[in-house]
């Protein structure tokens, strides 16, 4: 059974984490309002584990997925905003561990006989092209791992095409069974993961319709580091709230403004100024009593 340990706050007394992370718990926790950073620390794969894997998919792993589960078996890595006076969960960094490396397959609930499969959805109508490779196959002609779950908003699966590990990639499945390309490498999309914060649906900032205006909200105030400031062009400012993180996280000394209170005496009982206040009394008064009128007959 594998052990895990909960990190928060990384510091310098876990360098091979700092090292696994990139250094990006330090860019979070000095963020405004960012809390919590933590990582769900995983002892490495031993070796017997990944040729495990490897005879039971009748797959090669890629050295580079084989290197980084000899540093860690999965990844795991959350921090929170705090808004007011309450912590709301936002970044999720996740890579499967290597027995949840699972090959993405037909869910039990249509095994019935006649039933559709996925493969049922290939469309072989929009193939390879200069500047978008070949898309991935529900079918015989690709292999297709999920390496994380992306909290339901998708899964990234790791791609073999031709049963080679040099030939694989890495793609991003969205909800509605459409594939998006993301890198070629896994090396390559584990800097993506982490340099995008792991924030909310970051993944379809690689797709044609780009992230919702609620993700977007989150991008603009934590701001990837490989972040393409053309997503968030002017054409959005119509249904994006700029927020200014220095004013939403500040500490708030609330300044409690008294509610205007109505007429404590019948109308016509305050007559004229009375104390020292003065005729800005007065017509105060005066106001609210006419104010008041309607409603007291």
């Not at 950073?37 to 995983?42: G, Y």
Request: proline share 8%; hydrophobic share 30%; net charge negative.
């Amino acid at each position: 059974m594998e052990e895990e340990a909960s990190s928060p706050g990384l510091g310098c007394s876990k360098p091979h984490l700092e090292k696994l992370t990139l250094g990006i718990t330090r860019i979070l926790e000095s963020s405004p309002g960012v809390t919590e950073v933590t990582i769900i620390e995983k002892p490495p794969a031993e070796r017997h584990m990944i040729s495990s894997w490897e005879q039971k998919n009748n797959c090669v792993m890629p050295e580079d997925v084989k290197n980084f589960y000899l540093m860690t078996n999965g990844f795991h890595m959350t921090w929170s905003v705090k808004l007011d006076e309450h912590i709301i969960p936002l970044g999720s960094m996740a890579i499967n561990s290597i027995s949840k490396l699972t090959q993405l397959t037909q869910s039990s609930m249509y095994s019935l006989p006649n039933a559709p499969t996925l493969a049922d959805l290939e469309d072989d109508t929009h193939e390879a092209s200069d500047d978008q490779p070949e898309k991935p196959h529900f079918d015989s002609r690709s292999v297709i791992f999920e390496l994380d779950s992306c909290n339901g908003s998708g899964k990234v699966c790791l791609v073999y095409k031709s049963g080679k590990p040099e030939d694989t990639e890495i793609w991003f499945l969205d909800r509605a069974l459409y594939w998006h390309f993301l890198t070629d490498t896994f090396t390559a999309y584990y800097r993506l993961l982490i340099t995008h914060l792991g924030l909310p649906q970051w993944q379809y900032a690689f797709t044609s319709y780009g992230i919702s205006p609620q993700a977007k909200q989150w991008f603009s105030m934590y701001k990837p580091i490989t972040y393409n400031t053309n997503l968030l062009t002017e054409e959005t400012d119509s249904f994006v709230n700029k927020l200014d993180p220095s004013k939403v996280f500040k500490s708030k000394n609330k300044i409690v403004i008294p509610k205007k209170k109505g007429p404590v005496q019948p109308a016509g009982g305050q007559k004229g100024p009375s104390g020292p206040s003065g005729p800005s009394t007065s017509s105060t008064s005066k106001s609210s009593s006419g104010s008041g009128n309607p409603t007291r007959k």
